[in-house]
């Protein structure tokens, strides 16, 4: 999963409407294809600023959305809010069955060496 994070500035009067408009318009952005999840996260330390964070299977469908009418109605209920430009980036995430996946390698390889060690052996596998 590609986890897209945009840090978006809006004025610090108008923030409850911003969190009610991105609201409104959330169920776009996960009802999308690929589309998976999608929050707004206030600043604790910057009055004004905002993550959002959106969930998506691929970046290429994140960048087939940008081109869609849902993603215009997605700018047209938020860009009027932002005082400056946004800044995005693109994270990969560990889903839960890459991060079992890795487990349960490490589980074998360390039961492996257990059995291969009250063998007698020395070779690691």
Do not use: C
Not at 9 to 18: C, G, K, L, Y
Not at 86 to 105: C, D, K, S, W, Y
């Amino acid at each position: 999963m590609i986890f897209e994070h945009a840090h978006v500035t809006v004025a610090v009067d108008r923030q409850s409407d911003f969190e009610r408009a991105f609201a409104g318009v959330k169920k776009h952005l996960v009802a999308a294809n690929g589309g998976k999840t999608a929050e707004l996260v206030r600043s604790v330390d910057t009055d004004g600023l905002y993550l959002m964070r959106v969930g998506w299977d691929s970046v290429e469908q994140h960048v087939a959305f940008s081109a869609s009418p849902d993603a215009q109605k997605v700018v047209n209920a938020l860009a009027g809010f932002f005082v400056a430009t946004p800044q995005v980036a693109h994270f990969e995430g560990l889903g839960i069955a890459t991060r079992l996946r890795n487990l349960m390698q490490v589980t074998a390889v360390g039961i492996a060496n257990q059995v291969r060690a009250r063998q007698g052996s020395k070779t690691p596998v």
